[in-house]
């Protein structure tokens, strides 16, 4: 009988999903703790809540809401719907109705966490990516939403960016709310639809965006987005009002008085800011970058924003009558710290191990006892997991950027002297046990 072939699995990753090294993730941990030393100093709280709400919890809020895994990934267990989460916010919101009577308010959060995003994948934008959030729960004051823009700036600037290299872009969603009423607009899928097209602007510029406000756009691969079905009269008039350069709602004028306040400059009005989701109702805001960004092949690429948030007083109420107005902002970590790798070197400190290379299994007793030597003075050390050739045991030393390897065979443990190898110079010493631990602190 002949043999069925069996076939190996892809070694290739879903589209929107990467492995992430070492030097990327310490770029992130460095970021995580200027944020926590931030939300520590402004007296927020932190908060974790899970990665899986149910459906009906987190679904209405989606990009797209056919059926529901639309824009999320879910799966059914027994009668109900469960999904990844999308965003941090309507996991906030379930958790504040909740957990209403307990919380003070304002109820002042913050979380990082994963979310995931069942849709099309682009440079720098992930189908899975951790995000960080911050949120006031229980406020109309706009000094909140104020706050929000100057605590986020002061993260971006302590993570090594300088002022003329970002810039919060603000609106409000009242100014659209004005624009639905002065094109006679009330269908809200309509208005949706709008507010979905009209957040790509940074992406696909106005050629693009009207495409989607029209009859639809179909993108490079061929895939067809429906449109909004406005007629070219309305769209003009969109693109119109949403070019204008001055704020004339109530709201934006007090926030850039509290802006004045602070201090605080790094801002521009852009009406043209919107954010996709269907929950905001006020204060809109956009953190963008003003740097170029390249793809791996070195390509500058349309980036898009890194972040953003803002008001959304409504939210909470789905799930009950809880007077809960709210203020929020977030950003996308790993699309930061890919922006930020190309705009600066990073020196972090992540000390690489000293290997202790290992002649003979019979001696391990003696490579464990300078192992523990090193290990008790802070020195990152290890031994050499197996028996194996010397070059086998340096070409490892030499991979994982090892400063130095010790040494010990027959002969040095005879002596009482192991010899020390600087994997930097090349210089080899023979030293006194004792004398390690100083040698080796002079190499890293």
Request: with cysteine.
């Given at each position: 009988?002949?043999?069925?072939?069996?076939s190996?699995?892809?070694?290739?990753?879903?589209?929107?999903?990467?492995?992430?090294?070492?030097?990327?993730?310490?770029?992130?941990?460095?970021?995580?703790?200027?944020?926590?030393?931030?939300?520590i100093?402004?007296?927020?709280?932190?908060?974790?809540?899970?990665?899986?709400?149910?459906?009906?919890?987190?679904?209405?809020?989606?990009?797209?809401?056919e059926?529901?895994?639309?824009?999320?990934?879910?799966?059914?267990?027994?009668?109900?719907?469960l999904?990844?989460?999308?965003?941090?916010?309507?996991?906030?919101a379930?958790?504040?109705?909740?957990?209403?009577?307990?919380?003070?308010?304002?109820?002042?959060?913050?979380?990082l966490?994963?979310?995931?995003?069942?849709?099309?994948?682009?440079?720098?934008?992930?189908?899975?990516?951790?995000q960080?959030?911050?949120?006031?729960?229980?406020?109309?004051?706009?000094?909140?939403d104020?706050?929000?823009?100057?605590?986020?700036?002061?993260?971006?600037e302590?993570?090594?960016?300088?002022?003329?290299?970002?810039?919060?872009?603000?609106?409000?969603?009242?100014?659209?709310?004005?624009?639905?009423?002065k094109?006679?607009?009330?269908?809200?899928q309509?208005?949706?639809?709008?507010?979905?097209?009209?957040?790509?602007?940074?992406?696909?510029?106005?050629?693009?965006?009207?495409?989607?406000?029209?009859?639809?756009?179909?993108?490079?691969?061929?895939?067809?987005?429906?449109?909004?079905n406005?007629?070219?009269?309305?769209?003009?008039?969109i693109?119109?009002?949403?070019k204008?350069?001055?704020p004339?709602?109530?709201?934006?004028?007090?926030?850039?008085?509290?802006?004045?306040?602070?201090?605080f400059?790094?801002?521009?009005?852009?009406?043209?800011?919107?954010?996709?989701?269907?929950?905001?109702?006020?204060?809109?805001?956009?953190?963008?970058?003003?740097?170029?960004?390249?793809n791996?092949?070195?390509?500058?690429i349309?980036?898009?924003?890194?972040?953003?948030?803002?008001?959304?007083?409504?939210?909470?109420?789905?799930f009950?009558?809880?007077n809960?107005?709210?203020?929020?902002?977030?950003?996308?970590?790993?699309?930061?710290?890919?922006?930020?790798?190309?705009?600066?070197?990073?020196?972090?400190?992540?000390?690489?191990?000293v290997?202790?290379?290992?002649?003979?299994?019979?001696?391990?007793?003696?490579?464990?006892?300078?192992?523990?030597?090193?290990?008790?003075?802070?020195?990152?050390?290890?031994?050499?997991?197996?028996?194996?050739?010397?070059?086998k045991?340096?070409?490892?030393?030499?991979?994982?950027?090892?400063?130095?390897?010790?040494?010990?065979?027959?002969?040095?443990?005879?002596?009482?002297?192991?010899?020390?190898k600087?994997?930097n110079?090349?210089e080899?010493?023979?030293?006194e046990?004792?004398?390690?631990v100083?040698?080796i602190k002079?190499?890293?």
């Amino acid at each position: 009988m002949k043999k069925e072939k069996m076939s190996k699995p892809s070694k290739d990753l879903p589209l929107g999903f990467v492995d992430r090294q070492e030097k990327e993730l310490l770029v992130r941990d460095f970021i995580i703790s200027n944020i926590k030393e931030v939300m520590i100093r402004y007296g927020f709280q932190y908060l974790e809540t899970p990665s899986f709400e149910y459906s009906d919890s987190i679904g209405k809020y989606l990009p797209d809401k056919e059926r529901p895994d639309e824009g999320v990934f879910s799966f059914k267990d027994e009668k109900k719907w469960l999904s990844l989460r999308y965003d941090l916010t309507a996991p906030l919101a379930r958790y504040v109705a909740k957990n209403f009577l307990e919380i003070p308010k304002p109820f002042k959060r913050y979380q990082l966490g994963t979310v995931w995003r069942n849709e099309k994948p682009g440079p720098g934008r992930f189908r899975e990516f951790l995000q960080f959030d911050a949120d006031y729960v229980g406020t109309k004051s706009l000094q909140a939403d104020a706050e929000l823009c100057v605590m986020i700036s002061e993260i971006l600037e302590k993570s090594g960016l300088s002022k003329s290299e970002y810039v919060v872009k603000i609106s409000s969603r009242k100014i659209t709310e004005e624009l639905f009423k002065k094109i006679n607009l009330n269908n809200n899928q309509q208005k949706l639809t709008i507010l979905r097209a009209l957040d790509k602007i940074d992406r696909l510029g106005w050629s693009g965006v009207k495409e989607l406000l029209g009859e639809g756009r179909k993108d490079k691969s061929g895939d067809f987005t429906k449109g909004a079905n406005l007629s070219t009269k309305n769209i003009e008039i969109i693109e119109n009002e949403l070019k204008k350069k001055s704020p004339e709602t109530d709201d934006l004028k007090d926030i850039f008085k509290l802006f004045k306040d602070y201090d605080f400059n790094n801002f521009e009005f852009d009406p043209s800011v919107i954010r996709g989701l269907e929950y905001y109702t006020g204060a809109i805001f956009e953190v963008n970058l003003k740097f170029d960004i390249k793809n791996s092949k070195g390509q500058i690429i349309q980036f898009g924003s890194i972040g953003g948030g803002g008001r959304y007083d409504n939210l909470v109420n789905n799930f009950g009558n809880y007077n809960a107005p709210a203020t929020g902002i977030s950003i996308g970590l790993d699309r930061l710290v890919y922006a930020l790798m190309q705009k600066k070197e990073f020196n972090l400190n992540q000390s690489k191990p000293v290997v202790i290379c290992v002649f003979d299994k019979n001696l391990m007793r003696e490579y464990i006892k300078i192992l523990s030597l090193l290990r008790k003075s802070a020195i990152n050390a290890e031994i050499y997991p197996e028996e194996n050739k010397l070059k086998k045991q340096m070409e490892y030393a030499d991979k994982i950027k090892s400063p130095a390897v010790i040494l010990y065979g027959e002969n040095e443990i005879k002596s009482g002297k192991p010899t020390l190898k600087n994997l930097n110079t090349g210089e080899e010493k023979s030293i006194e046990i004792e004398e390690l631990v100083n040698e080796i602190k002079k190499i890293i």
